[in-house]
Nanobody
Framework: QVQLVESGGGSVQTGGSLRLSCAGS????????IGWFRQVPGKQREGLAS???????VYANSVRGRFTISQDNAKKTVFLQMNNLEPEDTAMYYC?????????????????WGQGTQVTVSS
């Protein structure tokens, strides 16, 4: 049973930073892609970034240059460093797992999801 647990969300002011963590269990480290997504009530889930166990990364244009995805394979933990946050970044942030090495940021490609962590950016 694949399980993903997000942490690190919170409230920050515009221009601040947060580092989200996604701790995974129940899957082999051999061939997986882990992605970060966010969703605002009433809107579609948005893909942000993903990383494979072979360190291949994909970024959405909306966050390229501000967000950085990384991972600790030994601990099955994936991080999302978010800098220069804006009120528009306020959302519930989710991580998800895709049992393939090829990474995307399309939510429909991911099979397993965490419960989410809330990020709120105030002006």
């Amino acid at each position: 049973q694949v399980q993903l647990v997000e942490s690190g969300g919170g409230s920050v002011q515009t221009g601040g930073s947060l580092r989200l963590s996604c701790a995974g269990s129940g899957y082999s480290s051999g061939a997986y892609c882990i992605g970060w997504f966010r969703q605002v009530p009433g809107k579609q889930r948005e893909g942000l970034a993903s990383i494979s166990t072979s360190q291949f990364t994909v970024y959405a244009n909306s966050v390229r240059g501000r967000f950085t995805i990384s991972q600790d394979n030994a601990k099955k933990t994936v991080f999302l460093q978010m800098n220069n946050l804006e009120p528009e970044d306020t959302a519930m942030y989710y991580c998800a797992a895709r049992p393939k090495l090829y990474c995307t940021v399309n939510p429909v490609d991911f099979d397993y999801w965490g419960q989410g962590t809330q990020v709120t950016v105030s002006s």
